[in-house]
T-cell receptor
């Protein structure tokens, strides 16, 4: 069974700190790894990673994938209160025939305080 | 481009009843996936539809079913509701081409409460 584990489960930081969120996975027929941010309801897309060692960056957020060690990290620099959310990691894997499914981790709850 | 829409946003039902949830994907997206989100289990995959066909199914009982229409809109049905079905039900759409889900865009969800 496909498995995605995120750590830490939650953390509290001060505004301006840098945080690193971790995601490890065990899946068969890996296709991609995705990061989402969930504040109130709908998760919003952050990054999709398919190749090892290539950093994806968007403003203060960046992410990298290591396909050999089966993990990814999401970095947030100079955190702001607006970064407070649950960050979800999901792995897409080929499941049946040519169709894929996403397996989500339980998320890391980040709280940024003033 | 309009985002993914879900109706209704909130539902309260009693045990034993059935419920139908609706999802309209982003225009041009042919893949619709459904997820159940609970505090204890996180986001769990229910099923995925592409061009009116169920391509994939998660580990949920047969009480959970779905369908997709020719305009890519999808419905999810839960029969004989149980207390444990109380959850946020999210749908997500993507292009779904070549069997890949790729980047999925989520709707706001339907909050189902079973009493």
């Amino acid at each position: 069974e496909d498995k995605v584990v995120q750590s830490p489960l939650s953390l509290v930081v001060h505004e301006g700190d840098t945080v690193t969120l971790n995601c490890s996975y065990e899946v068969t027929n890996f296709r991609s790894l995705l990061w989402y941010k969930q504040e109130k309801k709908a998760p919003t897309f952050l990054f999709m990673l398919t190749s090892s060692g290539i950093e994806k960056k968007s403003g203060r957020l960046s992410s990298i994938l290591d396909k050999k060690e089966l993990f990814s990290i999401l970095n947030i620099t100079a955190t702001q209160t607006g970064d407070s959310a649950v960050y979800l990691c999901a792995v897409e894997a080929l499941n049946t025939g040519t169709a894929s499914k996403l397996t989500f981790g339980t998320g890391t709850r980040l709280q940024v305080t003033l | 481009k309009a985002g993914v829409t879900q109706t209704p946003r909130y539902l309260i039902k009693t045990r034993g009843q059935q419920v139908t949830l609706s999802c309209s994907p982003i225009s041009g997206h042919r893949s619709v996936s459904w997820y159940q989100q609970t505090p204890g289990q996180g986001l769990q995959f229910l099923f995925e539809y592409f061009s009116e066909t169920q391509r994939n199914k998660g580990n949920f009982p047969g009480r959970f079913s779905g369908r997709q229409f020719s305009n890519s809109r999808s419905e999810m049905n839960v029969s004989t509701l149980e207390l444990g079905d109380s959850a946020l039900y999210l749908c997500a759409s993507s292009s779904g081409l070549a069997g890949a889900l790729g980047t999925q865009y989520f709707g706001p969800g339907t909050r189902l409460t079973v009493l």
